[in-house]
């Protein structure tokens, strides 16, 4: 095809007709500017369907991931929130001194001991795209920014706070040589029941459930509004 052109061009030439040549040379100008044009615009919509394609299927495997931390966040916060509760009667007993209520609180107590469930969050489908540097690829704003927080902000805090209420149920569990029989799941009299320092232990221990749990349940809802952002990216 450039030799077809060029010997046009030469005829041109070698028969004096310079106009029609460089009217020729234009032209042909013209037409290698718009076969460039034509392939960038070949090439843009090909990078176009590819992102797309890559969105699409980010965006269904990131809510696959976000149900499942949902479900076991949604777990964990029921486990907490009851043993807050525990904590609390807990408290309010050892407050009252009553030792009426030693059987009560020795249940109460054994409770709060069983487990101590913290949330570590799936984030593989997250991870692979950060990456990869194709979360730019997310084309709505404020929802790629509303993953990006979650993960980045919400996630990590909670994550930061459950190491600690960990720490905090470790030394109580720790303590257990002191205040608490791990076999008969009692505590070892009524003396160390209304000792400040299982008290304050106590304290401690619902103080930091308590922000715990706050923060479970900020999880949630930020885990259930970029699911439902997801669902309405993709229905579109």
């Known amino acids: 095809?450039?030799?077809?052109?060029?010997?046009?061009?030469?005829?041109?030439?070698?028969?004096?007709?310079?106009?029609?040549?460089?009217?020729?040379?234009?032209?042909?100008?013209?037409l290698v500017v718009i076969g460039i044009l034509i392939a960038l615009q070949i090439n843009n919509w090909n990078e176009n369907r590819k992102n797309n394609s890559w969105e699409k299927k980010f965006l269904t495997d990131l809510k696959n991931e976000l149900e499942k931390n949902k479900e076991q966040l949604q777990n964990i916060d029921l486990i907490q929130t009851n043993k807050g509760d525990d904590l609390t009667e807990t408290i309010t007993l050892v407050k009252n001194a009553d030792p009426l209520n030693k059987s009560k609180i020795d249940s109460l107590f054994a409770m709060t001991q069983v487990s101590n469930p913290t949330f570590f969050p799936t984030t593989g489908v997250y991870d692979s795209g950060l990456a990869a540097g194709k979360i730019e690829n997310v084309k709505n704003d404020a929802l790629k920014y509303a993953i990006m927080n979650l993960y980045n902000h919400y996630y990590k805090r909670l994550v930061y706070n459950g190491e600690i209420l960990?720490?905090?149920?470790?030394?109580?569990?720790?303590?257990?040589?002191?205040?608490?029989?791990?076999?008969?799941?009692?505590?070892?009299?009524?003396?160390?029941?209304?000792?400040?320092?299982?008290?304050?232990q106590l304290d401690y221990q619902l103080f930091r459930n308590s922000i715990y749990t706050r923060l479970t349940k900020q999880n949630l809802a930020q885990i259930e509004n970029v699911i439902d952002s997801i669902s309405k990216e993709l229905n579109q």
């Open 166 to 200: 960990d720490e905090v149920v470790g030394k109580v569990d720790w303590e257990e040589l002191k205040f608490y029989d791990n076999f008969s799941k009692t505590i070892k009299g009524w003396n160390l029941v209304i000792d400040p320092d299982f008290l304050a």
């Open 1 to 30: 095809m450039i030799k077809f052109f060029r010997k046009i061009r030469q005829n041109l030439l070698s028969e004096g007709k310079t106009g029609k040549y460089f009217k020729y040379a234009i032209g042909e100008v013209v």
